[in-house]
C-alpha cells in the first residue's frame, strides 16, 4: 500500500515570490506521482504528472516538478507565483503495476498568494 | 473531447433522509470510475470505484453505497442519511490503464 505526506498544511507566500511544495511518498513498488490544484468549491485539476522518463516534469500554469527516488519525494515548484495559484494542492500516488488503477492522496497544501 | 456532469451542485437534507447523487461521463466508453468524499483537513477519501457495469468496490464501510447502471452513469446513495454524512462529494473518471483522475465540480452535501 501507498502513503503520501504533504508536509505543510498551509503555506503563504507574497506574490511573484517562488514557491515549493513538498511531497513524500511511501511504496513498495515502482509508483506514478500526480499533482492536483483545487480552486475552492471545484473539483480538482490535474497540474502534472510522472509516469517514467526525465525526471523533472513540467505541467500548466508555469508549475513543475522533480521525482526524486532516492529521497521519496515529488515536490511542486514555481519560480514566480500569481494571486491566482491561491488553491489547495494535492499530492497523489499510484502502484504503476496495477491494472486496477486508484491514487491515494495526500491531505493537501493551501497555497495562498498575497500582494 | 470527454466531460463529466455531477449534480446537484450543493445539498442540504435532513437527518434519515435519502440520498442519490448522479454522476455521468462523456466522450469514453469503458471508464473507470470513482466516489470520493473530501472532509475539511482530511484529503480525498475514496469511496467507490467500478471498472464496469455492475461492478463495485467499496473502500471504506459506510452508510452509503454505490451503482453502476449504465456504462457512463454512477450513482451514490443512502437510505438514511447521518450527520456524519456530510462533505463534499466528487465523482471521477478515468481510462484502464494509467491514466490520470477527472474530476467533476463536486456536490456540496450538508445533513442537518
Known amino acids: 500500500a501507498q502513503s503520501v505526506t504533504q508536509l505543510d498544511s498551509q503555506v503563504p507566500v507574497f506574490e511573484e515570490a517562488p514557491v515549493e511544495l513538498r511531497c513524500n511518498y511511501s511504496?513498495?513498488?515502482?509508483?506514478?506521482l500526480f499533482w492536483y490544484v483545487q480552486y475552492p468549491n471545484q473539483g480538482l485539476q490535474l497540474l502534472l504528472k510522472?509516469?517514467?522518463?526525465?525526471?523533472l516534469v513540467k505541467g500548466i500554469n508555469g508549475f513543475e516538478a522533480e521525482f526524486n527516488k532516492s529521497q521519496t519525494s515529488f515536490h511542486l515548484r514555481k519560480p514566480s507565483v500569481h494571486i491566482s495559484d491561491t488553491a489547495e494542492y494535492f499530492c497523489?500516488?499510484?502502484?504503476?503495476?496495477?491494472?486496477?488503477?486508484?491514487?491515494?492522496f495526500g491531505k493537501g497544501t493551501l497555497l495562498t498568494v498575497n500582494p | 473531447s470527454q466531460t463529466i456532469h455531477q449534480w446537484p451542485a450543493t445539498l442540504v437534507q435532513p437527518v434519515g433522509s435519502p440520498l442519490s447523487l448522479e454522476c455521468t461521463v462523456e466522450?469514453?466508453?469503458?471508464?473507470?470510475l470513482y466516489w470520493y468524499r473530501q472532509a475539511a483537513g482530511r484529503g480525498l477519501q475514496l469511496l467507490f470505484y467500478?471498472?464496469?457495469?455492475?461492478?463495485i468496490s467499496s473502500e471504506v464501510p459506510q452508510n452509503l453505497s454505490a451503482s453502476r447502471p449504465q456504462d457512463r452513469q454512477f450513482i451514490l446513495s443512502s437510505k438514511k442519511l447521518l450527520l456524519s454524512d456530510s462533505g463534499f462529494y466528487l465523482c471521477?473518471?478515468?481510462?484502464?490503464?494509467?491514466?490520470?483522475?477527472?474530476f467533476g465540480n463536486g456536490t456540496r452535501l450538508t445533513v442537518t
Open positions: 497523489a500516488v499510484s502502484d504503476s503495476g496495477g491494472s486496477n488503477y486508484k491514487l491515494t
Open positions: 511504496s513498495s513498488v515502482s509508483v506514478y
Open positions: 510522472y509516469l517514467s522518463g526525465s525526471t
Open positions: 466522450g469514453t466508453s469503458n471508464p473507470n
Open positions: 467500478s471498472v464496469g457495469i455492475g461492478q
Open positions: 471521477a473518471w478515468s481510462e484502464q490503464y494509467n491514466s490520470p483522475l477527472h
